[in-house]
């Protein structure tokens, strides 16, 4: 009898493994406890420039060639927040696409010209297969993005 729930216990640990049931950590121990909305650092960048924060959403995005960014969700489809990682420190898989995280960085607000968006574009169309047209970049823009040092995914 003990042998049967010890490999029931086992058979249900190794599923709920491999079934993503459980949570996944990426980097380091998250040490913020409370989670900041993404909405509010959005409204107020300058604010929070600089600043360790946590958020928390549903990841829509993964960068398909390194995983070495996610963009998170806020409380409505318009406010997402990029999570950036150092290439080769953390790598996200594919599968986190649609689940929630807890994600831990510091806040970086830098104004982009032009041309380094063109530049970008580019780079994300080679990275997605998407086509990009250079004439839709008109004006200088503030890129808003999470510097990633740790997460949870659930």
């Known amino acids: 009898m003990k042998i049967s729930v010890l490999f029931a216990a086992t058979l249900i640990a190794i599923t709920l493994l491999f079934t993503g049931c459980g949570s996944s950590e990426f980097g380091k121990p998250l040490t913020v406890n409370q989670a900041t909305p993404i909405a509010d650092i959005l409204q107020a960048p300058d604010k929070y420039n600089g600043k360790r924060v946590l958020v928390e959403g549903k990841i829509t995005e993964v960068c398909e060639m390194m995983g ?39 806040v970086s607000v830098k104004e982009l010209s032009v041309d380094d968006q063109i530049t970008e574009g580019q780079h994300h169309a080679d990275e997605t297969g998407a086509t990009f047209d250079p004439s839709t970049v008109t004006a200088p823009k503030t890129r808003i993005q999470l510097n990633g040092e740790g997460a949870v995914v659930k």
Request: with cysteine; charged share 30%.
């Open 68 to 106: 070495c960014w996610i963009m998170i969700q806020g409380n409505n489809e318009k406010e997402t927040l990029r999570f950036k990682v150092d290439d080769g420190v953390i790598t996200f898989p594919m599968s986190v696409k649609g689940k929630v995280a807890r994600a831990e960085g510091i």
